[in-house]
C-alpha cells in the first residue's frame, strides 16, 4: 500500500464538498510530477485530504477507488485522473504549523514542495500525522 496527500482549496472543493459528492475525481491536475503521483496511484491507496489556502490543514482521509484513467477534462492525453471516496474526517485537523513543528516531518513535500497538488508520502509520514488528528 502507498500513501499520498492531496491538496484542494477549500473554497472550490472541499471536504464537505467530497463527502456530499461521495466519489471524487481528481481531475485538472496540469503538473507533470503530480501526474506521475496519480499514475502511481493504487486501488485501496490511502490518501489525506489537505485544505491549501484556507484552513492550511490535514481535515480527512480517503482512500483511491479507481486507478488512472484519462483526464475527462481535457482532449489532451497526457493528463489523467484517480477517484477517490472519502473514508473519514479528522476528529482534530492537522495544521501546517503542526507539521512544520515536528521534526520528524522536516522532509515531508508538503514543506519541500509546497506547490505540489499531489505528494507521496512514506508510511511513517501518514503514521505521524494520524497521531497528531486523534491526539496520540
Known amino acids: 500500500m502507498n500513501y499520498w496527500l492531496v491538496k484542494s482549496e477549500p473554497f472550490k472543493y472541499s471536504w464537505d464538498d467530497f463527502v456530499k459528492q461521495g466519489v471524487g475525481t481528481w481531475d485538472g491536475v496540469r503538473n507533470y510530477q503530480a501526474r506521475n503521483n496519480l499514475a502511481s496511484m493504487k486501488l485501496d491507496d490511502l490518501v489525506l485530504f489537505y485544505h491549501s489556502n484556507e484552513g492550511l ?3 480527512g482521509i480517503a482512500k483511491i477507488v479507481k486507478e488512472a484513467y ?3 477534462t481535457t482532449d489532451d ?3 489523467v485522473v484517480v477517484d477517490l471516496v472519502p473514508v473519514e474526517k479528522l476528529p482534530n485537523p492537522v495544521t501546517l504549523k ?3 513543528a515536528d521534526e ?5 513535500a508538503l514543506i519541500r514542495l509546497s506547490r505540489l497538488s499531489v505528494q507521496q508520502l512514506k508510511k511513517d509520514e501518514f503514521d505521524i500525522i494520524l497521531s497528531k488528528a486523534y491526539g496520540n
Open 57 to 59: 490543514e490535514v481535515v
Open 70 to 72: 484519462p483526464d475527462p
Open 77 to 79: 492525453n497526457r493528463w
Open 98 to 100: 503542526a507539521i512544520k
Open 104 to 108: 520528524r516531518l522536516k522532509d515531508i
